[in-house]
């Protein structure tokens, strides 16, 4: 179950990954981020990203339409 819910459905890279960093910086250790965001660079670029700032990225899905859901533990 997440912690927080982000939706990111209408901003675009680079803001994805800046407004993903700060819900996951007010985060606890362990707690989980859910990103609701846009097929294309977002969804290339916040699971790729949350990884290299050494989160761990537990899945990626489809949801509907153009959104997918992105669940990140902190």
């Not at 609701?36 to 990203?49: K, T």
Request: proline share 4%; net charge negative; hydrophobic share 40%.
């Amino acid at each position: 179950m997440a912690t927080k819910v982000l939706d990111i459905t209408k901003e675009h890279c680079p803001m994805t990954f800046v407004k993903t960093k700060i819900e996951l910086a007010k985060l606890k250790e362990g707690d989980i981020l859910e990103v609701l965001l846009s097929e294309g660079e977002p969804l290339e670029n916040v699971p790729r990203s949350a990884t290299e700032q050494g989160f761990n990225v537990l899945s990626v899905e489809f949801v509907e339409g153009t959104t997918h859901k992105v669940i990140i533990k902190k």
